[in-house]
């Protein structure tokens, strides 16, 4: 079964700052299909990023994403008061003996 | 624009069912998969399944295999979960979100999500 593994936990930043997030995947995947979602507090999750490093309609150029293999991230380059909240990684099109798709657990980013 | 409205919130009693719907719009209905995924508190996303808005066909994660139904209504460009004998560890909140399946396979992550339903399960 693949996992995703986020980290850091938590990340406690300042507005400007660079924000950098790791999703590690327990398997060799094909890096395309590797999604990152933002979630706020009392809101359903926003897509952000398709196929590990394509924006998402809408989203700003400030989010940027790399990665294959095994290793993803998502970077923010400068933070915004509107960035605060928790970020999530999705690898989606599993094929059996795994699921179709898996979360991790999520990244917290907070205020300093 | 495309908004998917899910049903509100709902407080069942342990053995129960309960039933979520997720009414979509601004686009056609029959062309993406409606997923259902839920957030206990404090917890991680969890996929649940899909249904096939076309054809009607679902795919249920092993976790809700007995428990979940996925249906959907055509006409009223609804999907529905059901879930049964409901139990403490599903309270959480639920979100149907829109994909693209091809052959069984997700193709696209989730592009749009409902609102959430909350189901809280209390004695």
């Known amino acids: 079964e693949i996992v995703l593994t986020q980290s850091p936990g938590t990340l406690s930043l300042s507005p400007g700052d660079r924000a950098t997030f790791s999703c590690r995947v327990s398997q060799n995947i094909r890096g395309s299909y590797l999604a990152w979602y933002q979630q706020k507090p009392g809101q359903a999750p926003r897509l952000l990023l398709d196929g590990a490093s394509t924006r998402a309609t809408g989203i700003p150029d400030r989010f940027s994403g790399s990665g294959s293999g095994t290793d993803s991230t998502l970077t923010i380059s400068r933070l915004e008061p509107e960035d605060f909240a928790v970020y999530y990684c999705q690898h989606y099109g599993g094929t059996p003996p795994s699921p179709p798709t898996t979360f991790g657990q999520g990244t917290r980013l907070e205020i300093k | 624009q495309v908004q998917l409205v899910q049903s509100g919130a709902e407080v069942k009693k342990p053995g129960a069912s309960v039933i979520v719907s997720c009414k979509a719009s601004g686009y056609t209905f029959s062309r993406y998969a409606l997923h259902w995924v839920r957030q206990a508190p404090g917890q991680r996303l969890e996929w649940m399944g899909w249904?096939?808005?076309?054809?009607?066909?679902?795919k249920i994660s092993e976790r809700f295999q007995g428990r979940v139904t996925f249906t959907r209504d055509t006409s009223a460009s609804t999907a529905y979960m059901e879930l049964s004998k409901l139990r403490s560890e599903d309270t959480a909140t639920y979100y149907c979100?829109?994909?693209?399946?091809?052959?069984?396979?997700?193709?696209?992550?989730?592009?749009?999500w409902g609102q959430g339903t909350l189901i809280t399960v209390s004695s």
């Open positions: 979100a829109r994909g693209y399946t091809i052959f069984g396979l997700i193709t696209r992550p989730f592009d749009f």
């Open positions: 249904v096939n808005t076309d054809d009607g066909n679902t």
